[in-house]
């Protein structure tokens, strides 16, 4: 079951860091962006050649210490058919280099079209975008699930279905309360539900939850109803969320989370923190000393609360 | 203003219907197939073809009928880059023979990523998958929505929010009652604090709702709350909604709502009620026909009830 492989991949890079493959035109180092331009006879194939170069020099700086990536298909989708290629691409090179593969695609739809989606990403086709995980969007209910589900059985596959997210107004609709809970809580209860049948070797399940850094109190007791979820947790870095707050998404055997990590680690170049130390050029040594902080970081809070799984 | 488009082109056609363009392989004649898999050096490349080939088809026979199509774009995406090259295609195709596209996408993140799905399928340039309107999902509130609204204001789109979907399990989530209110109303709400800056030379804005047909009660509460809402109408037909069901979408003013069909339409040379007299040769025929019965349909059901805006 592919939550067993994730926690054996965290389990052999000591690190619960996922990089998110986030690329933006002005994180690309210059002469990358030149080099791409010049081979390239239109603006959009110009950008995903760059961004593809830009990607691969990522992974091939942290394969080796991080277990999983997770591109955001949106910033790829925003340069067209060039851009989901890239997409697809970067997904592919990634699974080459050994690591697991999140689409972060957070698609959700009526049953019939939701088997659609899910064989778009799951699908395992030759013509597949291939993925090991995908978001998921809860707000149609079970029958919008259930297609992912069945393609996670089928094809050793998993989801992270969005439960409590990390922007600021992610409160409106998730915090309002309903027969004394929450709707994130609701949605809690679904994605217990959901992935009940499905426990691997480990006690884990393939169906996760997206719970936010941002939000420490509401992780907390998400971890309390979700035992056997995995949780994917944005918002550590740049948005906000500490080593303290990413706490208290893990369980006390020191797993049940990963934690994604963008711009802070793609971008690490461009920080005043990495910019002295690393130019252009080293990009990916910067991305990978940053990667390597925030695992630090991250055990050294588990560490203090004798959450650490290999110790 | 994108809405006041939508409903001269309504008021034109006299009718209310929305073609969805979701092809499946079987819906498409074999003829077509044949000759698509013929000129292609893959499985994907054949179905990209053989739906473009059925699409055009489909759009040749209903443009001067219709206001605007609706491709889902699941079923492209399921078919890799190819696919996804067949929905920009058919976006293109179908502007070009003078009808509004609704990209039906359901997309939804937080606000960076969000403005990237904007920028994608709303944003104008010559790499963008151009639509005229796009659905969006509302489950990470406010601030995952106004990146859209910002580029509607900006390059004349619209956007259709979900609020009830048609589906079984829709009720879940959204039926939950919050302060006295159920979760639709609340996105209700929201899609009405959004709209109200962006009023058109009708009393509408570019700020829509997506409002299923099989849940006639919700619609008519939706109704009273979304005053100056479009609401896109999933669930006629193949679905269940009846006619009379869509009646209570519409204002008095005769306006308010458009009716989408998917399978009913571009799959009728297959049911019971047309294969008789269409063969597969005539599919596209065959569509004109239940377009044309789906829009007296639903119009004379709006005449009973005095709702007729060309009367």
């Known amino acids: 079951m592919?939550?067993?492989?994730?926690i054996e991949k965290v389990v052999k890079c000591k690190n619960h860091t996922v990089v998110g493959l986030d690329p933006r035109l002005d994180y690309v180092p210059d002469y990358i962006r030149e080099a791409a331009k010049e081979q390239s006879v239109s603006f959009a194939e110009?950008?995903?050649?760059?961004?593809?170069?830009?990607?691969?020099?990522?992974?091939?700086?942290i394969y080796d210490i991080v277990p999983a990536v997770k591109p955001q298909i949106a910033f790829y989708e925003q340069y067209g058919i060039e851009g989901v290629k890239c997409f697809q691409q970067t997904c592919e090179y990634a699974a080459s280099k050994g690591l697991l593969v999140i689409g972060d695609i957070k698609r959700g739809d009526i049953g019939s079209t939701a088997e659609a989606y899910s064989e778009a990403y799951l699908g395992n086709k030759e013509y597949s975008i291939n993925t090991d995980f995908v978001t998921v969007n809860p707000y149609l209910g079970t029958d919008s699930l259930e297609p992912f589900v069945k393609h996670c059985h089928e094809n050793e596959k998993g989801i992270f279905v969005l439960v409590k997210t990390s922007n600021k107004s992610s409160g409106e609709l998730q915090d309002l309360v309903c027969n004394g809970k929450t709707?994130?809580?609701?949605?809690?209860?679904?994605?217990?539900?959901?992935?009940?049948?499905?426990?691997g070797s480990s006690d884990y399940n393939f169906v996760g939850a997206v719970v936010g850094a941002t939000y420490k109190e509401e992780a907390s007791k998400?971890?309390?109803?979700?035992?056997?979820?995995?949780?994917l947790v944005p918002g550590y870095g740049a948005q906000g969320g500490t080593a303290e707050d990413v706490a208290a998404c893990f369980n006390q055997d020191g797993l049940g989370a990963i934690v994604n990590s963008s711009r802070g680690i793609?971008?690490?170049?461009?920080?005043k923190e990495y910019n002295e130390k690393y130019s252009e050029k080293d990009y990916a040594a910067a991305a990978r000393a940053a990667a390597i902080k925030m695992r630090d970081d991250i055990n050294s809070e588990l560490g203090k609360k004798n959450k650490l799984a290999w110790a």
Do not use: C
């Open 266 to 271: 793609i971008a690490a170049y461009k920080s």
């Open 222 to 231: 998400l971890r309390n109803i979700m035992k056997n979820t995995y949780f």
């Open 183 to 199: 709707i994130y809580e609701h949605v809690a209860d679904l994605v217990v539900r959901l992935g009940e049948p499905y426990r």
């Open 2 to 6: 592919i939550v067993d492989r994730l």
């Open 46 to 61: 110009g950008v995903a050649k760059a961004f593809l170069a830009y990607n691969k020099g990522l992974i091939d700086s």
